[in-house]
């Protein structure tokens, strides 16, 4: 049934209906609509724009198709043209004149904008719970490996030597960023726009500020046109989600490279990890690298959502009804890739033996050995840079490291060396002594460790 067959002759054609149906996308907003529909139903009636007994059998109604859809008593008909339509036929079926009045003062217009941030902010409190359990989860294997020597990388060559627990604790740095862009765009979100009618409000003496509170929102929407034209905060989100996806796929990128025999720097649990259908000996991170591969489709949901808005003329247009398959897709992929990833990194075995051999390697501690002829010696930097590089030459000519390098050598490149020059190099100094805000030092990574879990705490409790 349509809800608009007074004004026309023909019934729609089928493909009409196909094309422009969005039932199989907004029918996960059910509860929402019915939620929305309930406050404003009883905000008619606490303002007598319809009987009162009418408000409460109305309400009444609304949650028994909610629990008859919930207990499968009902199912939501896959041809309806939106949930709107469908669960306001359904109210009228069974209420008859009662059900008619709900949708006064209303238009699915508002309606859609309010359904599409009550799903939303359900949604995003799930995100947000699971960003927690990531954190908490690299912070776990940050305190383990707070004094676990790796070498640190510029251009994907060694640099200079940090701990895995500092490695992991950037990442817990780049989500909480995420979980704070999260909250900014739910503060946005937090309007609500119903009352906004169809574009230019409504003549019926609405208290919109109850139908806020009866809904939890901070504040109404001041323009009508605005309330029922803005999916800014879909954008917002899906630029949350696009830049969460962008940390997953770094840290996806670096578990695929330290599980290659490249690197074995962690070997990633069997219950984590692929086979091949052909060659007996691989263990592939198929995980990892589906994370990564899945930030393409958020980057797009986010391309789409702006792509659809620009130039949209104001107020409604139907191009907006695509804002909620990339909107919800965005926050889906973010839950479905967090559901792995956290036990992937749980029970991932950390190869600390490797990972120090890989550090000892490659003149990891030239700056240290740079740094040495300045504090000890009193070189100027520049000087000691330029005997430190010799020195690798050397080194390199002999098949030999910066350890293994006798003192004569370093003696004929500077005549400053002596003896304390391997307590300076030694990794474990090198790392230690990085106990600068913000280093890598083992120290630092407990008390980050710490500093974090506050944080997560005062997360929660919000
Ligand atoms: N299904 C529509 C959407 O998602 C609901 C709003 C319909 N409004 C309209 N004027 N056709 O945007």
């Known amino acids: 049934m349509k809800l608009w067959k007074g004004r026309f002759q023909k019934e729609a054609d089928s ?28 905000m008619l009636g606490k303002c007598g724009i319809i009987e009162k007994t009418e408000s409460e059998k109305i309400c ?3 949650a028994g198709i909610r629990e008859d859809i919930d207990s499968g008593a009902l199912a939501i008909d896959p041809d309806a043209e939106d949930i709107h339509t469908f669960i306001e036929g359904e109210l009228t079926a069974r209420l008859g004149d009662a059900g008619k009045r709900l949708h006064t003062a209303r238009s699915r217009n508002d309606q859609v904008a309010l359904d599409v941030r009550l799903t939303l902010r359900k949604e995003c409190e799930e995100l947000k719970t699971g960003l927690l359990t990531l954190i908490r989860t690299l912070c776990e294997k940050a305190e383990t490996h707070s004094g676990t020597v790796m070498p640190g990388y510029t251009h994907l060559q060694r640099a200079q030597p940090i701990t895995f ?30 009352g906004s009618g169809a574009l230019a409000g409504t003549t019926y003496p609405l208290d919109r500020e109850y139908t806020a509170r009866l809904l939890g929102f901070r504040e109404i929407s001041h323009n009508s046109l605005d309330g029922v034209a803005d999916r800014d905060f879909c954008a917002e989100i899906a630029f949350f989600a696009s830049m969460t996806m962008v940390h997953l796929s770094r840290l996806c990128e670096e578990l695929v490279l330290w599980c290659s025999w490249e690197y074995k720097f962690i070997e990633l649990s069997d219950a984590f990890s692929t086979g091949s259908s052909i060659m007996p000996q691989k263990k592939n991170p198929d995980l990892a690298e589906l994370i990564r591969g899945k930030s393409g489709r958020v980057f797009g949901d986010l391309m789409g959502l702006l792509t659809m808005m620009k130039g949209l003329p104001l107020a409604y247009n139907k191009d907006m009804q695509e804002d909620k398959e990339a909107v919800f897709d965005a926050v889906d992929t973010i ?14 075995t950390v190869l600390e033996q490797n990972m120090r051999n890989a550090a000892a390697k490659g003149f990891i501690n030239a700056t240290d050995c740079a740094d040495y002829l300045v504090s000890q010696k009193g070189l100027p930097f520049r000087d000691a840079y330029k005997a430190t590089g010799e020195l690798v030459a050397v080194c390199i000519e002999k098949g030999l490291t910066l350890e293994t390098l006798p003192l004569e050598d370093y003696r004929g490149v500077c005549r400053e060396f002596d003896e304390g020059v391997y307590e300076a190099i030694s990794l474990e100094k090198c790392v230690n002594d990085r106990k600068v805000a913000g280093g890598p030092a083992p120290e630092n990574v407990k008390r980050e460790v710490g500093r974090v879990r506050k944080l997560l705490e005062a997360w929660e409790e919000r």
């Open 165 to 194: 627990g500092h490695h992991l604790m950037a990442y817990c740095e780049m989500f909480l960023r995420d979980l704070s862009r999260l909250k900014d765009a739910l503060k946005r979100m937090d309007v609500m726009p119903l």
């Open 335 to 348: 839950k479905l890739c967090l559901t792995p990833l956290i036990p992937m990194l749980e029970t991932m």
């Open 60 to 62: 009444r109604e609304l």
């Open 15 to 42: 493909r009409t209906n196909d094309f422009n149906s969005s039932i199989s996308v907004d029918s996960r907003m059910v509860n929402e609509d019915i939620e929305g529909s309930i406050a404003h139903a009883a």
